[in-house]
């Protein structure tokens, strides 16, 4: 079927010997999606297939969202989106997060296709949040257990704090905040599937801390972007041309690194909203809720 091989011992795997340019059983796809609830991160290498087939391998795995609300997409493919970067439109996806944590429902996975990769730099890193739980002492998951946070767009206030189109910024930002969106989830969270209990927390979209002042929330949200920036809990990839990631979502951030412009770098994502291999009743909560 195919081989796997565990790029750290925490997080992530490549999978060899999958031929991704034929169409996929069912007993392959449902080992590729026990692979993923294990590593996390998974990579297939020379998967040179076309958007069609990529949007058809991701539909396999659930339903996909809508299209990104600021980035755009593949001519004649709504649901992948186009991540294109050079000098002229430089990356802003370096830094940790986890994708649309500030939806009402939050993504369950992301399929990516390097399409080109400069010949230095452009790696991507991911990282574990079940890791981080692990790492909590007794006494912090106890107390993070009762807590929740607050997640809005974050760093895309950016693109609205401009006038424009004959609105203030003010205003745009204000319908910005309505457009994006903002949701409340329990600091740590239990994987619907897995079971696993995980840090629910990405630096890049957390604003507040429920019932603490700002001065308060603003501390432990530096100590838990702290406590989450280890390398032992990480992964970093180095791209080659076509190859596949796809990630779970619920249970890992990732960072694309910005070092090799004024080089080019193309990147095809789909993500997918709902998972269709999630249980109705799964041995987990949903991941909106806090560990009981």
Same mark, same amino acid.
């Given at each position: 079927?195919?081989?796997?091989?565990?790029?750290?011992?925490?997080?992530?795997?490549?999978?060899?010997? %999958?031929?991704?340019?034929?169409? $996929?059983?069912?007993? /392959?796809?449902?080992?590729?999606?026990?692979? @993923? =609830? +294990?590593?996390?991160?998974?990579?297939?290498?020379?998967?040179?297939?076309?958007?069609?087939?990529?949007?058809?391998?991701?539909?396999?795995?659930?339903? %996909?969202?809508?299209?990104?609300? $600021?980035?755009?997409? /593949?001519?004649?493919?709504?649901?992948?989106? @186009? =991540? +294109?970067?050079?000098?002229?439109?430089?990356?802003?996806?370096?830094?940790?997060?986890?994708?649309?944590?500030?939806?009402?429902?939050?993504?369950?996975?992301?399929?990516?296709?390097?399409?080109?990769?400069?010949? /230095?730099?452009?790696?991507?890193?991911?990282?574990?949040?079940?890791?981080?739980?692990?790492?909590?002492?007794?006494?912090?998951?106890?107390?993070?257990?009762?807590?929740?946070?607050?997640?809005?767009?974050?760093?895309?206030?950016?693109?609205?704090?401009?006038?424009?189109?004959?609105?203030?910024?003010?205003?745009?930002?204000?319908?910005?905040?309505?457009?994006?969106?903002?949701?409340?989830?329990?600091?740590?969270?239990?994987?619907?599937?897995?079971?696993?209990?995980?840090?629910?927390?990405?630096?890049?979209?957390?604003?507040?801390?429920?019932?603490?002042?700002?001065?308060?929330?603003?501390?432990?949200?530096?100590?838990?972007?702290?406590?989450?920036?280890?390398?032992?809990?990480?992964?970093?990839?180095?791209?080659?041309?076509?190859?596949?990631?796809?990630?779970?979502?619920?249970?890992?951030?990732?960072?694309?690194?910005?070092?090799?412009?004024?080089?080019?770098?193309?990147?095809?994502?789909?993500?997918?909203?709902?998972?269709?291999?999630?249980?109705?009743?799964?041995?987990?909560?949903?991941?909106?809720?806090?560990?009981?």
């Amino acid at each position: 079927m195919f081989s796997v091989h565990p790029v750290t011992p925490v997080i992530g795997a490549e999978l060899r010997g %999958l031929d991704m340019s034929r169409e $996929l059983s069912s007993e /392959v796809l449902d080992a590729l999606y026990r692979a @993923l =609830l +294990e590593y996390q991160v998974i990579f297939v290498r020379d998967a040179d297939i076309s958007p069609a087939s990529h949007l058809a391998f991701a539909q396999s795995f659930g339903e %996909l969202s809508a299209p990104h609300p $600021l980035y755009p997409h /593949v001519p004649g493919f709504e649901n992948i989106m @186009l =991540l +294109e970067n050079n000098e002229a439109t430089p990356p802003d996806t370096n830094s940790w997060h986890t994708d649309l944590t500030f939806k009402e429902e939050q993504p369950f996975a992301s399929i990516l296709i390097a399409r080109h990769v400069p010949e /230095v730099g452009g790696d991507t890193l991911w990282s574990s949040c079940y890791a981080a739980y692990d790492r909590l002492s007794e006494g912090m998951k106890a107390h993070l257990k009762e807590l929740k946070a607050i997640h809005d767009m974050g760093d895309f206030r950016n693109n609205f704090s401009e006038d424009s189109n004959g609105k203030t910024a003010a205003e745009r930002l204000s319908g910005g905040m309505t457009r994006m969106g903002q949701s409340i989830r329990p600091l740590i969270g239990r994987h619907p599937v897995t079971g696993r209990p995980f840090l629910n927390f990405n630096e890049a979209f957390v604003s507040h801390i429920v019932g603490m002042t700002t001065t308060e929330s603003n501390a432990l949200i530096t100590w838990l972007a702290g406590h989450m920036n280890r390398p032992e809990d990480q992964l970093r990839w180095r791209w080659t041309n076509n190859t596949l990631a796809m990630w779970d979502n619920r249970v890992t951030m990732h960072y694309a690194v910005a070092d090799y412009l004024p080089q080019h770098r193309s990147m095809n994502r789909i993500t997918v909203i709902r998972d269709r291999r999630e249980p109705e009743s799964g041995s987990g909560e949903d991941s909106s809720r806090a560990v009981g």
